[in-house]
């Protein structure tokens, strides 16, 4: 198995984007990706989405946007694990470069969900759920996230404030990424008076609907130079990509309140990079509600079971923290276009990981994970990055 780098990288920012198409925003982000790489053909294109089919009637997608963005004839596919795409698309990459099959493969991710009404983004989100057993009996993803939440304070007896400190590093963060959704810094006030979206969850404990999509351009280690002539940058190594399933309806887990997918997923990667939690200098994680953080942390073994909350400090996941997260403002500021999530993640570890994270800059990283939930934790991907 060969070694794989990025050598590109590319966003568009994330937002309400009335005028853009899905393709016009994929567009934009490979644009940057390839400009980025030097390139200007690949062998393969691999992206992350998972409403095109439901919101925009438009499936085939991949294609659409390799031959609208000046790249037809080579192999495209689009790939779909609900929130996970992103991340599911650049697993698909790393193997193709991995197995010798590809040599220059980009990976994307887009999403478009503020073309449609409330009522049908919602549905549309909902069918990451299990259609019979759950989505057919009204539930939303907020609503599962607000049941998980619900019987995590009742289980652990943890306050209801416990979550703020989760959403304020993140708009603290977002407050200084200029691709972020909202770049405004919140307090505690602003947090406890939000309004209530689903019992216990309010406005700030979850991520907002919005479009935009990134880019990556994936070569073998051993090629990584030829790609960075010029760059002041240069290249970042995927040392471990991997991936893992837990049932798709949240009742039928043996512990609700354990990500097991998350776990798995993060003790295969460990093995990959020969690595532990302690080497890991900051945590991208998938912050699409409050819960999720506090959930993550414990399964990746960066807290203990019913104690993951208690991170939610400063001194602990803030830029100059223990375990820094969400250090460009996560989903909940940067933005959570669904199937591009992953992508930004990545994108964003490239950042740091190259000291171009400006005022958000994490002290002389290393080793740098992400981390994309799809479901409720149904698909969970992670992929450890090193310099």
């Given at each position: ?21 899905a393709?016009h ?5 490979l ?14 294109l ?5 409403l095109?089919?439901s919101?925009?009637?438009?499936e ?11 790249l037809?004839g ?7 694990a ?16 991995a197995?010798g099959?590809?040599?220059?493969v ?26 019979e057993y ?6 939303t ?9 619900q ?9 209801l404030?416990?979550f ?12 200084n990424?200029?691709n ?15 309004p209530?979206i689903?019992?216990p969850i ?11 999509a ?14 960075t ?10 040392l471990?990509s ?8 949240v009742?039928?887990?043996k ?31 998938h912050?699409?509600?409050t ?14 079971r ?13 830029i100059?923290?223990r ?7 996560g989903?909940?500021s940067?933005?959570h ?5 992953g ?10 990981l ?14 740098g ?19």
């Amino acid at each position: 198995m060969r070694g794989i780098s990025i050598v590109g990288i590319g966003q568009t920012p994330v937002g309400e984007h009335w005028n853009l198409s899905a393709r016009h925003l994929a567009h934009s982000a490979l644009s940057a990706a390839m400009q980025d790489a030097n390139i200007d053909r690949a062998d393969a294109l691999f992206v992350g989405n998972m409403l095109s089919g439901s919101l925009l009637e438009q499936e085939h997608l991949a294609t659409l946007i390799a031959d609208f963005s000046g790249l037809r004839g080579v192999e495209a596919a689009k790939v779909e694990a609900a929130c996970a795409s992103g991340a599911a698309a650049l697993r698909v990459g790393c193997m193709a470069v991995a197995s010798g099959m590809h040599d220059v493969v980009i990976v994307a991710g887009v999403e478009k969900m503020t073309d449609t009404p409330s009522g049908s983004t919602t549905a549309g989100l909902a069918t990451a759920a299990d259609a019979e057993y759950e989505a057919a009996h009204g539930i939303t993803f907020v609503g599962l996230n607000a049941l998980l939440m619900q019987r995590y304070l009742y289980e652990y007896n943890v306050p209801l404030d416990a979550f703020a400190g989760f959403s304020i590093n993140a708009h603290r963060n977002g407050a200084n990424n200029p691709n972020a959704m909202f770049q405004r810094a919140i307090g505690l006030k602003e947090y406890v008076n939000a309004p209530m979206i689903s019992t216990p969850i309010n406005m700030m404990d979850s991520s907002p609907v919005c479009d935009g999509a990134a880019a990556l351009v994936l070569v073998p280690t051993e090629r990584a130079s030829e790609f960075t002539v010029g760059q002041h940058r240069g290249a970042v190594q995927i040392l471990a990509s991997a991936s893992a399933t837990d049932t798709l309806a949240v009742h039928d887990r043996k512990d609700p309140l354990f990500l097991e997918a998350a776990y798995l997923s993060s003790q295969k990667a460990y093995l990959q990079g020969g690595i532990t939690p302690d080497e890991i200098d900051f945590f991208e994680l998938h912050d699409a509600f409050t819960i999720m953080s506090a959930l993550s942390l414990e399964a990746t073994g960066f807290a203990r079971r019913g104690e993951g909350w208690r991170m939610a400090s400063d001194v602990e996941i803030g830029i100059g923290g223990r375990l820094p997260i969400s250090t460009m403002g996560g989903l909940k500021s940067r933005g959570h276009p669904v199937g591009a999530t992953g992508v930004y993640q990545i994108v964003e570890t490239v950042l740091q990981l190259t000291g171009q994270a400006g005022k958000n800059q994490v002290k002389n990283p290393r080793i740098g994970m992400a981390q994309n939930i799809g479901g409720s934790g149904a698909t969970i991907v992670t992929h450890i990055l090193g310099v």
